[in-house]
């Protein structure tokens, strides 16, 4: 078992591409900003959805649902499923914020970095043809700068249709190391589960490579 194991992940790895990661981030960061408040803010969501529905060639399962944020916030999250085969299993989520606080700011690594993290991923599990036994949620979240709005509406949104999730990973800001940090990536240990936290550690060790750090929040 373990050695299939080992295989999936690999094939999953291997059909990640460097080149699609950039040309995604440097897409996104062209726009003038992504605030949630602005017009570009939900061209930047549309630009998201539209790029997730362009793979529904090679998966015709995969849905795209744009969630509101709410009061005056124009931008909607944008969430993206691939159906396990088990819908009661409980999901996966992988997600990270897309939005930026202010005009003008590219946003690259907060969280444009993150952001791209998602898409690659949702773009090598289809490439690499993986199914699941779990639904695989890929989340934009909205508004996160405004204090974590399209996220909350989110959770509303999977509670009031009963989606079950039996796992979360976010992404921000991973796209630069300071002069201070002395791993290579950082793994955040308060309000996380530890037992998931040093699982994902021991597959960077054994697939990315490089040394693992801890944070908190």
Partial sequence: FRLKLSRSIASLVEAGSEKAFWNFLATLTAFPD??????????????????ALSLR???SDLKVTYVPSGWFYKQPSVLVTLPGSDRNAGGVVIGG????????????????????????????????????????HFI???AEERGLV??????????????????????????????????DIYLIQDYTNAELTGTVAQLISQYVGGSVGYTRC
Wanted: glycine share 10%; charged share 30%.
């Fill in 34 to 51: 992504r605030s949630a408040t602005t017009e570009n803010g939900v061209k930047a969501a549309k630009y998201l959805g539209d790029y």
């Fill in 57 to 59: 060639r090679y998966r």
């Fill in 97 to 136: 914020h897309f939005d930026t606080f202010s005009g003008g700011k590219p946003g690259a690594d907060d969280d444009g970095s993150g952001s791209a993290v998602v898409m690659e991923s949702l773009r090598a599990v289809i490439a690499s043809g993986a199914r699941f036994r779990r639904d695989l």
């Fill in 140 to 142: 934009w979240y909205a």
């Fill in 150 to 183: 399209g996220s909350k509406n989110v959770v509303s949104y999977f509670s009031d249709q009963k989606i079950p999730v039996r796992a979360a990973m976010q992404f921000d800001m991973v796209g630069w190391n300071s002069s201070k940090d002395k791993d």
